[in-house]
């Protein structure tokens, strides 16, 4: 499609429209100290000029550091496959799914991502995909207060803090009540994280007995690599299971985009927020798919609205399907092994110069203090190859001295012992 720009007769005609005479006085309105008072753009430079600058720019990222970086998101590695089908055309320009007569292969991949999302979380319905794991944690949030009627959001310390700032910044204006701890009572719903963000693993079956007890709803925020091989959240219990989708076919990416996964149990399908496709058949008996079952503010009066969530992440979530659908539940569990076998390695080699944090078993993230300030530390292995962890006092999540540190199936023995042999010789140096 062709884009024609506005022409000087164009605009002229469309000021003679509004009644006014020029673009200054369109926006008058406008106070001064309000308005734009220049563009900081540089000259116009050559093809060949601008592709020099930009690979100069690029080229100020660090793209061959071995990361240990975790935190909600990992350095999973992602097979070919899942790049030559998703850059096909029909999917990477595909965009609204609104006419099903014209859309069906892009309804079919979201009802086959609900598909893959269920069986995951061994839960009854999924939603096709919200922004990332922290709007996905709000969203479960306001979807327990209309599907209990109360207010009040109970938060566990398990939970990732940057997506508890994203839930009380989502709900400042709202009419809800957000409390620490994991006490059901009154509440609309206690949230918790398993493996923890600290990287425990935990089992929150009576818990979410307790929940029902109380008239509380269970949401359990999950790591979906960790569900090859821990029990999943719909097996202990909970009502709604949300994630980030980062780690099973999304690269890192300098940030995003990221993919919020949403699922729950079926009798609450009616109050999920986004988009829903489901399956069902012409009157001609074919299959076929259409969206369904979802008050969206495109559809419905604003104020009836569940959500007001305008995007799918479509493409995000059809990678994340071709990932899990190449790996099969076989190959799920094998990277999940691979990651916690060679996790608990890494924290054999490093008990025996620091101390862990964590008491009972882990997946395949955990916590360190160190005898120097962790950013000290990540600095120095920084300059050593090593994305070495999180510092945790940064996120209030630890002490100063306190690193998280993951490990997924792409580190290799050999990158295992040179980190762990990089740290001992930094921490040895600093008890000196």
């Known amino acids: 499609m062709s884009w ?3 022409t000087d007769e164009d605009r002229r005609e469309m000021l003679a429209a509004i009644g006014v005479d020029s673009v200054d006085d369109l926006f008058a309105v406008i106070p001064e100290s309000l308005r734009m008072r220049g563009w900081d753009v540089p000259p116009g430079l050559s093809e060949m000029a601008l592709r020099a600058h930009l690979s100069a720019m690029a080229g100020r990222n660090r793209t061959d550091l071995v990361c240990f970086l975790g935190g909600g998101y990992y350095d999973h590695f992602i097979p070919a496959a899942v790049d030559a ?32 999302l269920c069986r995951l979380t061994d ?4 939603n096709a995909s919200l922004y990332d794991g922290g709007t996905a944690v709000f969203e479960a949030a306001t979807m327990a207060c209309r599907i209990t009627r109360r207010s009040r959001i109970v938060v ?52 979410a007995e307790d929940c029902h007890a109380a008239g509380a709803l269970l949401i359990m925020a999950f790591n979906p690599v960790s569900l090859g091989m821990v029990k999943t959240p719909g097996a202990m219990g909970a009502d709604i299971a949300v994630a980030e989708g980062q780690g099973l076919g999304l690269p890192l990416g300098f940030g ?4 919020g996964m949403l699922a729950a ?12 496709a489901g399956e069902t058949v012409d009157k001609e008996g074919r299959r076929g798919f259409v969206l369904t079952l979802q008050a969206r503010e495109q559809h419905i009066r604003r104020e009836k609205a569940n959500s007001n969530i305008c995007s799918n992440q479509a493409l995000c979530a059809l990678r994340t399907l071709a990932h899990l659908s190449l790996l099969g539940p076989e190959g799920l569990r094998e990277v999940a092994e691979a990651c916690h076998a060679k996790a608990e390695y890494l924290k054999a080699r490093l008990a025996d110069f620091v101390q862990m944090l964590n008491v009972g078993p882990t997946f395949n993230e955990f916590a360190a203090r160190l005898p120097l ?31 998280l540190i993951a490990v997924t199936e792409k580190r290799t023995r050999a990158e295992l012992d040179a980190f762990a042999d990089a740290l001992k010789e930094i921490c040895d140096a600093a008890h000196l």
């Open 4 to 6: 024609i720009p506005v």
């Open 85 to 116: 089908l998703t850059s096909r055309s029909e999917f990477y320009t595909a965009y609204t799914p609104y006419q099903p007569e014209a859309a069906q292969g892009t309804l079919q991949s979201i009802y086959e991502y609900q598909s893959a």
């Open 123 to 126: 839960l009854e319905c999924a």
């Open 156 to 207: 566990d310390a398990s939970l990732n803090p940057s997506w508890r700032v994203m839930l009380s910044t989502h709900a400042a204006n709202l009419p809800m009540e957000i409390v620490e701890g994991t006490d059901p009572e009154n509440a609309a719903c206690v949230i918790v994280q398993n493996p923890s963000f600290l990287g425990d693993l935990k089992d929150f079956t009576r818990l």
């Open 256 to 259: 995003g985009p990221y993919l």
């Open 265 to 276: 149990r079926k009798e609450h399908i009616r109050k999920m927020p986004g988009r829903i």
């Open 373 to 403: 300030p962790a950013g000290d530390a990540a600095a120095l292995l920084l300059e050593r190859g090593f994305l070495a962890g999180l510092p945790l006092a940064a996120l209030d999540a630890g002490g100063p001295n306190d690193l």
